[in-house]
């Protein structure tokens, strides 16, 4: 047999190992996907930059920073790990390098889009490699490269872009590398490092081998060496159970947020799109975790205990009544197991911190981008029916590693960030069909024809339905809270009152809001920025400042100034007074203008500090 023959053989086996070398050198079209990605991903980062949430991360993404912020600085509370600590370790190595505190969003930004290229660059080459056709590898690549979805989570310091490239890579070796052995362990390394950053993983690792053969199409021969891709993850775990040990005492192999995480997502009454706080947190330190302490608030009702907690007796806590609910309503359970399988598969991006569908209209890159989950499912359904016709034995493998995540997913929330490493390899499934599609319809097979046209249109109705509430737009007031408390970090008081005032709109009642729109309001009018006059006047907030108390300093302070306006200057020079006492020179400062501290002269005061309080203090102003 001649050299050419052979590959030839090779080639018809359907092991992607020996496919073509031709699709997996770097041609042209893998220049171009490289390309469309990164001008679409840094259009994408200079637009979101502009935005408050871009300058001021919230929730997940400020507590990632906060946690890189105290590794850099040794001041890792010494307690058990609540979360995978593998991405804000690398983030705080920009910060151990000289990178500022103030820098650190942007630079996740960019940490996070040359994660989200890796992850392209993984996707393309993977269907390239399996497809055995280069421009099945530049369907793939475009499709995940510019979607929408995967670059706005890339450009938010999350950890879900770091781990899909991670989960990519491993799958890259475990399918392209000669030799059973070497294979198994460079694909589970990077499985290992995978789970590291987001423990959802673990399933995957675990279910390393059989991948590994299923990937390759090699199922005669089943190979005692695959066995090793447990290895590094079996390294991996003990080196964090390590770092916990010394942290804590505790030896714990993984985050230990899972088991509330677990029953929350499955006691009766479980939303199944997204977690839902059951006890409101008004103020938490950027490195806390609101789920966190609800799980601790929850637990010490439930049982009378007081903190410290045991995390032991949390858990065993929390597992016990997984269980207890599951068999309590067993076909509600199942019922549920149902609507997140249908949220799994349908179009719209399930709220997870932030509202997808939100964000999209205030970036014209998002809003006219029509690459959407839909569209992968749809297309990847195609590529499916047309791999299985075609005997493509690595389907199968690929097919197994989507439901064996997928599974995990359904076991907790669907959101839209959980379910996002399910797009790579839907892409890699539809990158097929560019080439394979003419094929169904040139065979004349009816019966083919018909079968792949119903197959379609029953994964176009389940994506792109609208059944069991699965488009929720009431999450938007929780986008709209969320700018509104990084426009005030960021000191944009305007824009802050604008966004509080949405909130309060929908929910009139909603303190958090109400307090950003007191002090931003308060802002306002100390600058004399005309922006105040469009949310009314002093009294027009008299009822809301009812509904918050004024239990800092800063509230103090606020506060103050109000009732001062409300001509209720007894209860003002209270509260300045309590301000002043816990250090707030604002408040100090005010006594002294206001004629009730004589210790220092009226001129001791910056003039431009008098200048501004004296807007408040002047009864015409």
């Known amino acids: 047999m001649t050299r050419s023959e052979k590959g030839k053989s090779e080639a018809d086996t359907g092991n992607p190992v020996a496919a073509d070398p031709e699709a997996q050198t770097v041609l042209p079209w893998m220049r171009?996907?490289?390309?469309?990605t990164i001008l679409f991903t840094g259009a994408y980062l200079l637009a979101y930059w502009a935005t408050p949430l871009g300058q001021s991360p919230q929730l997940d993404a400020k507590e990632n920073l906060a946690i890189a912020e105290q590794i850099a600085l040794g001041e890792l509370p010494r307690e058990a790990m609540y979360r995978a600590m593998l991405y804000p370790w690398l983030l705080s190595l920009f910060l151990t390098f000289g990178a500022s505190i103030g820098s650190m969003p942007f630079i996740a930004s960019l940490f996070g889009a040359l994660c989200h290229v890796a992850a392209t660059v993984f996707t393309a080459r993977l269907a390239a490699r399996l497809w055995k056709n280069p421009y099945a590898g530049l369907v793939a690549g475009l499709l995940y490269g510019v979607n929408p979805v995967a670059v706005y989570f890339a450009s938010i310091p999350f950890d879900i872009t770091l781990a899909i490239a991670l989960f990519l890579g491993g799958l890259w070796y475990l399918t392209t590398v000669k030799g059973v052995l070497p294979a198994a362990l460079i694909g589970g390394g990077f499985l290992a490092l995978a789970v590291m950053a987001r423990p959802h993983f673990l399933t995957l690792a675990v279910a390393g081998p059989l991948l590994f053969h299923a990937m390759r199409g090699e199922w005669k021969h089943l190979q005692p060496a695959a066995f090793a891709v447990w290895a590094p993850c079996v390294v991996a775990l003990l080196l964090f159970g390590a770092i916990n040990k010394s942290l804590s005492g505790e030896f714990r192999l993984l985050p230990w947020q899972g088991a509330y995480n677990l029953y929350a997502a499955n006691e009766s009454g479980a939303d199944g799109r997204y977690h839902i706080q059951t006890i409101f947190l008004t103020e938490i330190e950027p490195h806390e975790n609101p789920t966190r302490l609800e799980s601790e608030l929850r637990?010490?009702?439930?049982?009378g205990d007081q903190p410290p907690f045991s995390i032991d007796a949390m858990n065993?806590?929390?597992?016990?009544?997984?269980?207890?609910?599951?068999?309590?309503?067993?076909?509600?359970?199942?019922?549920?197991?149902?609507?997140?399988?249908?949220?799994?598969?349908?179009?719209?991006?399930?709220?997870?911190?932030?509202t997808y569908a939100y964000h999209e209209r205030n970036i014209p890159l998002l809003l006219?981008?029509?690459?959407?989950?839909?569209?992968?499912?749809?297309?990847?359904?195609?590529?499916?029916?047309?791999?299985?016709?075609?005997?493509?034995?690595?389907?199968?493998?690929?097919?197994?590693?989507?439901?064996?995540?997928?599974?995990?997913?359904?076991?907790?929330?669907?959101?839209?960030?959980?379910?996002?490493?399910?797009?790579?390899?839907?892409?890699i499934f539809a990158g097929g069909i560019v080439y394979a599609l003419p094929l169904i319809f040139k065979s004349g097979n009816t019966r083919r024809i018909v079968s792949f046209c119903a197959v379609i249109a029953f994964a176009g109705l389940i994506t792109f339905s609208r059944f069991m509430t699965v488009a929720d737009t009431s999450t938007f007031i929780q986008d709209e809270s969320l700018i509104a408390n990084a426009a005030a970090e960021l000191g944009h008081d305007a824009k802050a009152c604008e966004y509080a005032s949405r909130v309060l709109e929908r929910q009139p009642d909603r303190t958090d809001a109400i307090r950003i729109l007191l002090i931003s309001y308060f802002n306002l009018?100390?600058?004399?920025?005309?922006?105040?006059?469009?949310?009314?006047?002093?009294?027009?907030?008299?009822?809301?400042?009812?509904?918050?108390?004024?239990?800092?300093?800063?509230?103090?302070?606020?506060?103050?100034?109000?009732?001062?306006?409300?001509?209720?200057?007894?209860?003002?020079?209270?509260?300045?007074?309590?301000?002043?006492?816990?250090?707030?020179?604002?408040?100090?400062?005010?006594?002294v203008l206001a004629g009730e501290d004589d210790s220092r002269s009226p001129d001791a005061v910056h003039p431009e500090i008098r200048e501004q309080l004296d807007r408040i203090l002047r009864p015409d102003s």
């Open 316 to 354: 065993s806590h929390w597992r016990e009544a997984t269980a207890r609910s599951v068999r309590e309503d067993f076909s509600g359970w199942l019922a549920l197991k149902a609507r997140k399988a249908y949220y799994l598969l349908n179009n719209w991006e399930q709220y997870n911190n932030l």
């Open 299 to 303: 637990y010490a009702r439930e049982t």
């Open 368 to 427: 006219f981008n029509p690459i959407g989950w839909g569209v992968l499912l749809t297309g990847a359904t195609a590529g499916t029916f047309l791999a299985f016709l075609r005997g493509e034995r690595w389907t199968w493998g690929l097919l197994a590693t989507a439901a064996i995540y997928a599974a995990g997913v359904c076991l907790f929330i669907v959101s839209a960030r959980f379910r996002l490493p399910l797009a790579p390899l839907l892409c």
């Open 32 to 36: 171009w996907v490289l390309i469309a």
């Open 525 to 591: 009018r100390l600058v004399d920025d005309p922006a105040w006059r469009e949310f009314g006047d002093w009294g027009d907030h008299r009822e809301r400042l009812k509904m918050v108390p004024a239990d800092d300093e800063t509230m103090q302070f606020v506060a103050g100034g109000y009732h001062w306006r409300f001509d209720e200057r007894d209860e003002a020079i209270r509260l300045w007074r309590e301000a002043a006492a816990t250090g707030s020179v604002a408040a100090q400062a005010i006594l």
